[in-house]
């Protein structure tokens, strides 16, 4: 595949994965935190398969171990300093925001969303010079990863009053940024294979960094520790299949 081609691919995960997560305030109008938590579990089991699998092992066959150990730090890194500046995409209950801070809320969530979104597509970019299954893995497993960040954006707005096309529109757009990354991504990744190893160790930490820092800490804290458990081991499981199906 060309840049050009990946760059589209990745647009598609992060606008259909965003897109699908505001859409789905047409059907769950509110959805419980035990339904999102299990389904953040779903998705760190299935992203923590794909890190430990495929893109710390393709870094360290292009590059070496320095080179996947110093990709993840800066993965990591770039994530750490994001965090402190974007805000979190955390669900957002009535209970914890005042009817006239909802739109703010989730405009707010939505910028933070689509900033983060960029080194995601970064990472399916790099997966895509690495081999095309490993790029195609990583497009499906992120864009299922964007659906409830979706629904997180999706949840103020719609409380805010906006409609549910304004709404579809706004959490798509916040997967924009995605397709622009994995363009870039991929021509980064096209210089060289230290290049290419360093960028997938990148891609590693920065996917590291999210289900540790986010997904694993708001699942247990919306779903409990059961229903966490078990939607990790089922992602997981399911992240090791996709590795042997691609």
């Known amino acids: ?4 081609e990946v760059g589209a691919l990745g ?26 938590g299990t389904i953040l579990a779903f998705a760190a089991g299935i992203m923590l398969s794909i890190v430990f699998l495929e893109l710390v092992d393709e870094s360290i066959f292009y590059s070496g171990h320095w080179a996947a150990i110093i990709g993840i730090i800066l993965g990591m890194g770039i994530f750490y300093i994001l965090d402190h500046f974007l805000p979190h995409h955390h669900a957002v209950t009535p209970e914890e925001n005042p009817f006239g801070a909802y739109l703010k809320k989730g405009t707010l969530l939505a910028l933070g ?26 497009a499906i497993i992120i864009g299922l990863h964007n659906i409830p960040e979706g629904m997180a954006v999706a949840a103020p707005l719609r409380h805010g009053g906006y409609s549910y096309w304004k709404v579809f529109a706004i959490t798509a757009l916040a997967g924009v940024p995605m397709g622009i990354g994995a363009l870039i991504g991929a021509a ?9 190893g360093l960028s997938l160790g990148f891609a590693a930490g920065a996917m590291l960094y999210i289900v540790c820092d986010e997904l694993i800490p708001d699942a247990y804290k919306s779903a409990g520790a059961h229903l966490s458990i078990l939607g990790i081991t089922v992602g997981t499981i399911l992240g090791i299949l996709f590795t042997a199906w691609f």
Do not use: C, Q
């Open 113 to 138: 969303i689509g900033l983060h979104n960029f080194p995601e597509g970064l990472a399916i970019g790099t997966g895509f010079v690495g081999s095309p299954e490993l790029g195609l893995s990583l």
């Open 11 to 36: 647009m598609l995960a992060g606008v259909a994965g965003t897109g699908l997560g505001g859409l789905s305030s047409v059907f769950v109008k509110n959805p419980t935190p035990r339904f999102t």
């Open 1 to 4: 595949m060309n840049w050009l």
């Open 188 to 196: 980064i990744s096209s210089i060289s294979d230290y290049v290419l």
